[in-house]
Structures are given as structure tokens and as C-alpha cells.
């Protein structure tokens, strides 16, 4: 048999199947009204507050082996946290002003998800995905495998960008920022408080231009 023929095949093969599922959420989205697509955001962080969970409890000595994670260090969470955040979300801004529009286009997922929430709700949205996927992803994969592993599941966890090599690129990028973080700091509050300030933001820039038209709805619908 030929090797390279083989190795095509299977190239061609995981390439089609990550095409499949790519194609399947999009599917999947599209075909939910916005309320539902709140409501399965919740239930999507509410699973990776098990897994965690689930992890955490085989891989941990100790509930204090895994508090000491958590420092409110004031200093800390508000200078390395927040100018992480403002860092990443000026470069974001930058960005959107200097390359194509259709670089950027996620299908319209986070326009829907942010565009007509409240401020309050997309408070909460915001602080709910901050906590969940920070201690999962940081504060049980990165101190448990390392921060490659810990990047490079946060990235693939995002597999509505898989078939956009730029949102892609920026999401592999922002894991790794913001798990180098956490690798200088130690502290789970530091990494939070990146994570909510960039999606809050970035939520407040699209509410803004995409839905000043639009009535809010209520904090839950």
C-alpha cells in the first residue's frame, strides 16, 4: 500500500469529518431562535462546570490544593487583569478596522448572543462563561496537563471556528495569553477577571452596533 496515498486518505477523511461538525452546530445554531440560544449557552457552561468538577475530584489532592488558586489580590486581578483585557480587546478593535470584514464573521452567533441582552444579562452571560471555562481550562487542565494541552482544548472546544483560520488563529492565541497568564500569576481571580472584561466589552461594542434598534429583553427570558 502506499504510505502517502494512506496518509492523504486520512488527512482527507479528519478534514471532512471536522468540516461535518463545523457544518452541523452551524446547522444546529441557526435553526434556534435567540432564547434558546441563550438557554443552551447556560446549559453548555452548566456541563463544563461538571467536567471540571468531575476532574478536579480524581486529580486533586485536596479541595485547599485547589482554593489556594483562588488570591483576591486586588493589585493583582485589576492591573494584570484588566490590562490583559484592555490589551486584547484595543488589539481586537485595531483589528476589525484593518482587515476584512468577512474575516471576523462568525456566522452571527455572538451578534445574536449580545446584540438585544440587557446590561445586566449580559453581565451575568459574562461572569457565568468567565468562571466556567477559567476553572475548567485553567484551573484544573493547565495545572493538571500544562498549558499546552490546556490551550489547545480551549481552542478546540470552539469548533464553530475551525473552518475560520483567522478567528481560529485569534481564539489559539487569546488561550495561550491568557494561559501564560495564569502560569505568571497563579490565580484563578486574575484569569476570571480577563476573560469577563474582554467578553464584556467586546459584548457592550456589539449591543451597541447591532442592536441600538432593538428593545432589550428582560434579564431572563
Not at 452548566?46 to 486529580?59: D, N, P, V
Not at 484595543?90 to 462568525?106: A, F, Q, R, S
Not at 476553572?135 to 469548533?159: E, P
Not at 501564560?180 to 480577563?194: A, D
Request: proline residues 1%.
Amino acid at each position: 500500500m502506499d504510505i502517502s496515498r494512506l496518509g492523504i486518505r486520512i488527512s482527507s477523511f479528519a478534514s471532512s469529518r471536522r468540516d461535518i461538525m463545523a457544518k452541523s452546530q452551524q446547522e444546529l445554531i441557526s435553526s434556534m431562535t435567540d432564547a434558546e440560544l441563550v438557554k443552551n449557552l447556560y446549559v453548555t457552561q452548566l456541563l463544563i462546570c461538571f467536567i471540571a468538577l468531575g476532574i478536579g475530584f480524581f486529580t486533586f489532592d485536596s479541595w485547599n490544593s485547589f482554593l489556594q488558586f483562588f488570591q483576591l489580590d486586588w493589585s493583582s486581578i485589576l492591573l494584570y487583569g484588566g490590562g490583559t483585557a484592555l490589551f486584547v480587546v484595543g488589539g481586537d478593535i485595531l483589528l476589525m478596522k484593518c482587515v476584512p470584514e468577512h474575516l471576523y464573521d462568525d456566522g452571527g452567533i455572538n451578534e445574536r448572543l449580545f446584540a438585544n441582552r440587557s446590561v445586566p444579562h449580559l453581565i451575568l452571560i459574562c461572569i457565568i462563561v468567565a468562571c466556567s471555562e477559567e476553572i475548567l481550562f485553567r484551573g484544573v487542565i493547565q495545572v493538571q496537563f500544562g498549558l499546552f494541552w490546556a490551550s489547545i482544548v480551549f481552542a478546540l472546544v470552539h469548533i464553530r471556528y475551525l473552518k475560520k483560520w483567522f478567528l481560529f488563529i485569534s481564539v489559539v492565541f487569546l488561550s495561550f495569553l491568557i494561559g501564560l497568564l495564569f502560569w505568571w500569576t497563579e490565580n484563578l481571580y486574575v484569569t476570571i477577571f480577563t476573560h469577563f472584561l474582554i467578553d464584556f466589552l467586546l459584548g457592550l461594542q456589539i449591543r451597541k452596533s447591532k442592536g441600538e434598534s432593538a428593545q432589550p429583553e428582560e434579564l431572563i427570558q
